[in-house]
DNA sequence: ATTAGGG
DNA sequence: CCCTAAT
């Protein structure tokens, strides 16, 4: 009776039904399908379309996960590391690490049921599953230019990969790996390395590498103890950066099971040691920034993109999940590993980009890879793109070759295993790419930074402009202090000149950038709805995170320690390590929404306070809006002096206060219903004596 | 999933 | 904002 009409009488009188919770639930979302047509596709989805690649295939197969342990006998992959004792820890500095090529195709209606049929038809791509990050020797020395630091001590990592033709395979399949490949054996893998090495050898002419070829690896149990002793009288840590560092994933999990004979990987002996005998810690730094190793969730990878998602598309439906897992807190905590019948929504097919993985779990292929093929030579060169012949195709088709992951450095016993560097190097990329991954788009070595222009208005999808595309991985700037951001990473072109990009008017032909301009203030919100503010789009965020990264320039040892207190490998199972949400302060107006909709509906019913004046914010949970509550209540108690931040003004404060008191009056009166019928109401308050619900109070 | 409160 | 206990 009375708790029901508490709930059915606002603040100020109004009558505030309850809303249903079935129909309320903000997750209850009308599904949306992405239309979009020609060249309409911005740059936004282009690059939503590369790192949903990306992720999907990270994701695309359940072995996936432990890929990188796979590469042994069959799998194509070859790592040779140079090593440089160093304090015992074995620092290998993965400078880059370039994904297979892959081709995502943006702005296909058809997209997916083209692609299914492509991959029935015929064998000219396949789907790998596989993060297949090849070398690319010959770039060393550009790269080196690059970064504009050249590095003697650097040995360098030759990892030259022949995978021969495309190999086919459906997503659903586990991964087989490359049966139509070529396999290279353990001796060709050895008489490659062995090349590789001599051709190390003659460009670091300060290492003296030896082959570790050979040596039977110690066995690695699955909890990556080492059983082993470390080799021979050698110190038991090395450390040795790479300079580059070639890794195929191949889905494939034979790696423990095989661990008698993992294959040689050659890793060059180091010419000095340290003894030193500590824990496993393995250390990875991502030069651009510290990068927390652990990996994080798959979900969490959709997070990752959630802002940017939302940014780009306003599209409830679009990531109600992502919604669900990122913006509710509560939900983090449960990251699950997907399983190929991962089938959440089943949502039909060309959702939008954040359904990419999905869609390929699903079996419905969205993108295909192709497995890189001694791509080098390309300096800077980060992407080579092809552009559909067909000039009346509207679709721009992208091919790219190979992405450079930002540097990392990695720290390792030299008793490790390989099988278990080869799981750390595997666990630090895919935090990479799981974690804090942002995609840049570069044009003419220039920074496309406005997200929402269209690859038409951008000039990407002209012929003479293919060349000059370029991708690159970057940290997400949410995932870490820019203080820990040394210099440009690999990713980051040298001449990142802030381009000042004039914002093209949203297209009408893009639904998503109707409610989502980035300049779109909260309005006054009447209640009704609250326009959601969520302007940290992907554009700004690519400015902070290249302008910062440009400022510093060396690795601090510090920071070196800081990383390794992130518990890296302990389980490369769920280390989802959720990051802590980016601050967003709220604005006067969302204030202002917040207060009006608690005066009407009380202090203690934030999911409907949220989805009266914030249904619409999908970064603000209803936990947020009660501690926002809570923190102006103790901003209007304080004195103003001590206030800080945007002032808030002192009406709402004044509200605030009057809507608590009434509000916490509301509540004990329920305590004891009985006689209590007291009108005994705030001074400020203008409210009928009655003991009823129906009292007006000044709004 | 929500609410309430401490951190 | 995060985390948790309690609903």
């Known amino acids: 009776m009375v708790l029901q009409k508490r709930l059915d009488y606002g603040f100020n009188g109004y009558q505030v039904p309850a809303i249903p ?126 970064n504009g630091k050249i590095k003697n001590e650097m040995g360098s990592l030759a990892c030259k990969l022949e995978t021969g033709p495309f190999v086919s395979r459906t997503p659903g399949d586990c991964v087989e790996p490359v049966s139509e490949n070529k396999v290279l054996t353990d001796e060709e893998l050895d008489r490659t390395n062995k090349a590789s090495t001599g051709e190390v050898a003659d460009k670091c002419p300060l290492e003296d590498p030896l082959v570790l070829d050979g040596k039977p690896p110690a066995v690695v149990s699955s909890d990556s103890s080492i059983k082993a002793p470390s080799f021979g009288e050698h110190d038991p840590f090395i450390s040795f950066p790479v300079q580059q560092y070639d890794v195929n994933v191949v889905s494939r999990d034979d790696d423990e099971k095989s661990s008698g004979c993992t294959h040689p990987s050659p890793i060059r002996e180091p010419f000095r040691s340290t003894p030193r005998i500590g824990d496993r810690r393995i250390r990875k730094i991502l030069a651009s920034r510290y990068w927390k190793v652990a990996l994080r969730s798959k979900n969490a990878t959709y997070s990752n993109y959630d802002e940017n998602l939302k940014s780009g598309y306003c599209n409830r439906s679009t990531y109600k999940r992502l919604r669900s897992g990122r913006n509710f807190p509560f939900k983090k905590r449960k990251f ?14 060309s959702e939008g980009i954040s359904d990419l993985p999905e869609k390929n779990i699903n079996g419905k292929a969205s993108i295909l890879y192709s497995k890189m093929h001694g791509v080098t030579g390309e300096s800077s060169s980060l992407a080579d ?39 750390t190097v595997k666990e630090a990329v895919t935090a990479i790419l799981g974690g804090g991954l942002c995609v840049g788009v570069l044009l003419q070595g220039k920074k496309v930074r406005d997200d929402n222009k269209t690859l038409l208005q951008t000039g990407i999808s002209r012929d003479n402009q293919m060349d000059a595309l370029g991708f ?20 980051t072109l040298p001449h990142d000149i802030p381009l000042p ?177 007291l009108p005994h109401y705030n001074s400020t308050m203008i409210g009928s004596g009655r003991c009823d619900d129906d009292e007006n109070i000044l709004g």
């Open 21 to 146: 919770r079935a129909t309320r639930s903000a997750r209850k979302r009308v599904p949306f399908r992405k239309r979009v047509e020609g060249n309409q596709t911005s740059a936004f989805d282009l690059l939503a379309t590369v790192a949903g690649t990306l992720l999907l295939d990270k994701e695309s197969s359940p072995a996936s996960n432990n890929s990188w342990n796979a590469e042994d006998q069959s799998a194509v992959e070859k790592n040779n590391v140079k090593e440089e004792r160093q304090d015992g820890d074995q620092s290998l500095k993965l400078e880059t690490c370039n994904v297979s090529e892959l081709v995502p195709q943006t702005n296909d209606p058809n997209y997916s049921s083209r692609e299914s049929r492509s991959l029935q038809n015929g064998n000219q791509f396949g789907v790998t599953s596989a993060l297949t990050t090849s070398e690319c020797f010959e770039r060393l020395d550009s790269q080196k230019l690059i």
């Open 336 to 349: 699950l590993h997907y399983t190929s019948e991962s089938n959440s929504d089943g949502g039909t097919i």
């Open 385 to 423: 793109q092809r552009k559909s012949f067909n000039s009346r195709d509207p679709h721009v088709k992208l091919r790219i070759k190979s992405f450079r992951v930002p540097e990392l450095f990695i720290e390792i016993p030299e008793s490790a295993t390989v099988g278990s560097l080869k799981r």
């Open 472 to 491: 690159s991985l970057e940290p997400n700037p949410s995932h870490a202090s820019p203080s820990l951001c040394p210099g440009g990473s690999p990713l």
């Open 501 to 677: 990009l004039a914002r093209y008017p949203a297209n009408p032909g893009l639904v998503n950038q109707v409610t989502c301009h980035p300049s779109t203030e909260p309005c006054i919100p009447n209640a009704g709805n609250f326009i959601e503010s969520n302007n940290d789009c992907t554009a700004d965020m690519f400015d902070k995170s290249t302008t910062e990264s440009k400022a510093l320039v060396a690795v601090p040892a510090m920071s070196v320690e800081t990383l390794a207190a992130v518990p890296v490998h302990k389980k490369s199972k769920q280390s989802e390590v959720a990051q802590r949400r980016i601050r967003r302060p709220f604005s006067i107006a969302e204030v202002e929404a917040l207060v009006q909709a608690v005066e009407k509906l009380g202090t203690g019913r934030w999911r409907d306070v949220k989805l009266r004046a914030f249904d619409n914010a999908k970064h603000r949970t209803y936990v947020d809006l009660k501690d926002k509550w809570k923190t102006l209540l103790h901003t209007a108690r304080i004195s103003p002096q001590q206030r800080r931040g945007e002032p808030v003004p002192q009406e709402l404060l004044d509200r605030v206060l009057n809507a608590h008191t009434y509000w916490s009056q509301q509540q004990a009166k329920q305590q004891q219903p009985p006689e209590s019928c």
